[in-house]
């Protein structure tokens, strides 16, 4: 998968060498952080519409906020906004368990990808202390197991504290992403390394990001580059979104034409 392309490159010679990342068995878990308005929802679509149509993985969406860069994907069984986010992501960790009991060998990788958590956070524990707990319990486990089973999460926060994770569960993440303009605060939070003054940090625009992957020791900097065409985007999307089987037909052995375990076909 693509997370954009080095952004000193791209701003001095307008050459785009992308920096890539496979889900596969290693870098599976993602964090994406960053300010309102710092271009995580937009980059988040990008880095979707680049999954399913490369057939890297399969996406199952959990979007709290149910913002309107999502809204062609209402009514898809992959995507899920409001109180329904919540049973996504216990959907997703439910067909986790059945692929780690029953010992399934995936071809295919899949990815919940939960926009917003702090909001969604928020909501679960005005429903109750136990709903909050459990989502974060959950969170975590696939954040340390999944992604030997060919799983993984991509996670969307404002603030990456460590209060919105289960204990560690924040270190777990393969790939962190800082959009837009990164504290102090928030640089150390994100396991950065190295001087924040050393980085013109302070300076980035929307959709562009600081990115620390496992395995590499220095930050690089990166841009996301903004979508000519969004709706032909959003259109693909949908497409791969409702071709790929729901999570509950999954489980059950129920989804038609799809083995458990198959790969996505992208045609
Ligand atoms: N890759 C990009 N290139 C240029 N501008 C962008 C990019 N991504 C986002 N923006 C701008 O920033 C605004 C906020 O982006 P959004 O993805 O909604 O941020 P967030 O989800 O972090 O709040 C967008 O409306 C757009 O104007
Ligand atoms: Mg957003």
Redesign the pocket.
């Known amino acids: 998968m693509k997370l954009g392309y080095l952004l000193e490159d791209y701003q001095k010679t307008g050459i785009k060498i992308p920096l890539n990342i496979k889900l596969a068995k290693k870098t599976s878990s993602v964090l994406i952080a960053?300010k309102?308005?710092?271009?995580?929802?937009?980059?988040a679509r990008w880095y979707i519409g680049n999954l399913l149509t490369t057939g890297e993985s399969a996406v199952y969406i959990a979007d709290y906020k149910g913002g309107e860069?999502y809204e062609s994907f209402e009514g898809s069984s992959s995507y899920a906004s409001g109180s329904d986010a919540v049973t996504m992501i216990q959907d997703f960790y439910d067909f986790f368990v059945f692929v780690r009991q029953n010992k399934v060998k995936l071809e295919t990788h899949y990815t919940l990808f939960v926009e917003e958590w702090f909001g969604l956070l928020t909501y679960a524990e005005t429903q109750s202390k136990k709903l909050k707990a459990e989502l974060q319990a959950k969170i975590g486990e696939l954040l340390a197991v999944s992604r030997g089973l060919n799983m993984g999460v991509f996670i969307c926060v404002q603030r990456a504290d460590a209060h919105l994770f289960d204990s560690g569960s924040r270190e777990q993440f393969q790939c962190v992403l800082s959009?837009g303009r990164c504290s102090a605060e928030q640089f150390r939070m994100l396991g950065f390394s190295g001087e924040l003054e050393e980085n013109p940090t302070s300076g980035y625009?929307?959709?562009q990001a600081l990115v620390l992957i496992d395995g590499q020791e220095s930050v690089q900097e990166i841009i996301?580059?903004?979508i000519s065409n969004p709706a032909v985007l959003e259109r693909e999307i949908r497409d791969q979104l409702d071709r790929q089987p729901g999570l509950a037909a999954l489980i059950s052995g129920t989804a038609e034409g799809w083995n458990r375990g198959q790969t996505v076909r992208t045609e």
């Not at 309102?36 to 980059?43: A, E, R, V």
């Open positions: 960053g309102s308005g710092s271009g995580k929802s937009l980059s860069e959009f625009k929307p959709g996301v580059p903004q």
